[in-house]
């Protein structure tokens, strides 16, 4: 079974420009999460998709950051314009349903490594 | 939000078990508890879930006590492959009365030969 995609691996942007994150989710997942890791620290939840609908962006700061999941599939995820701060691992992750239960894993993806200089 | 709290690190002989616990007082009632091994540059790789008691699985036990204020994740006669960053994840109830699945703090595993 593919596991989730992201791309790109790796991007290294100017403060205020603008970047964005691609994310294929496995098939057949109907909730879609994207993470933010900073170094050192735990996952920190952004945005939360059930199939192509938003149920949970309290921790993504609107004002920069965006996020979605059009056709309740492949999710895009956008900052604009990028802060120093913004430098982080994000990481796109994936489950049958809204979870976590039984039988109901959140897969992550290998992530993609932002650095703003 | 209330923080789920894990021990910053543990260092361990290879060979023998080790145990790591996450605190979590605002569990939100029906949710899992799950654990994830993440090595440098990698994402998150699911480890063993449970909801109460003791699960087994191949590669780890989870500990669940009855309140469920905390779990611990049993990895017996771990070897250098298992230096790693350990995390929990629960559902956790907010300050304002909504659930968010939330990270523990992690745990630096070292293996030392």
């Known amino acids: 079974e593919a596991g989730v995609a992201q791309s790109p691996r790796y991007k290294i942007i100017e403060k205020r420009q603008s970047v964005a994150f691609w994310c294929n989710p496995i098939?057949?997942?109907?909730?879609l999460y994207w993470y933010q890791q900073i170094l050192g620290q735990g996952p920190k939840l952004l945005i939360q998709?059930?199939?192509?609908?938003?149920?949970?962006d309290s921790q993504l700061p609107k004002d920069r950051f965006s996020a979605e999941r059009l056709k309740g599939v492949d999710s895009t995820l956008k900052i604009q314009p990028a802060k120093l701060e913004d430098s982080a691992v994000y990481l796109c992750?994936?489950?049958?349903?809204?979870?976590?239960?039984?039988?109901?894993?959140?897969?992550f993806g290998e992530g993609s490594w932002l650095t703003v200089v | 939000l209330a923080k789920t709290t894990q021990p910053i690190s543990m260092d361990s002989y290879e060979g023998q078990e080790v145990n790591i616990t996450c605190s979590h007082n605002?569990?939100?009632?029906?949710?899992?508890i799950t654990w994830y091994q993440q090595f440098p540059s990698q994402g998150p790789r699911f480890i063993i879930q449970?909801?109460?008691t003791k699960v087994t699985n191949e590669v780890a036990s989870l500990f669940i006590p009855a309140d469920r204020k905390s779990s611990t994740l049993s990895l017996p006669r771990v070897s250098l492959s298992d230096t790693a960053v350990y995390y929990c994840?629960?559902?956790?109830?907010?300050?304002?009365?909504?659930?968010?699945?939330?990270f523990g703090t992690g745990t630096r595993l070292t293996i030392i030969p």
């Open positions: 449970g909801y109460k």
């Open positions: 605002n569990i939100a009632t029906n949710d899992y």
């Open positions: 994840l629960v559902g956790i109830i907010s300050n304002f009365g909504n659930e968010k699945l939330t």
């Open positions: 998709f059930q199939n192509n609908g938003v149920v949970d």
């Open positions: 098939s057949g997942h109907a909730t």
């Open positions: 992750a994936s489950s049958l349903e809204p979870g976590p239960g039984p039988g109901n894993t959140i897969y």
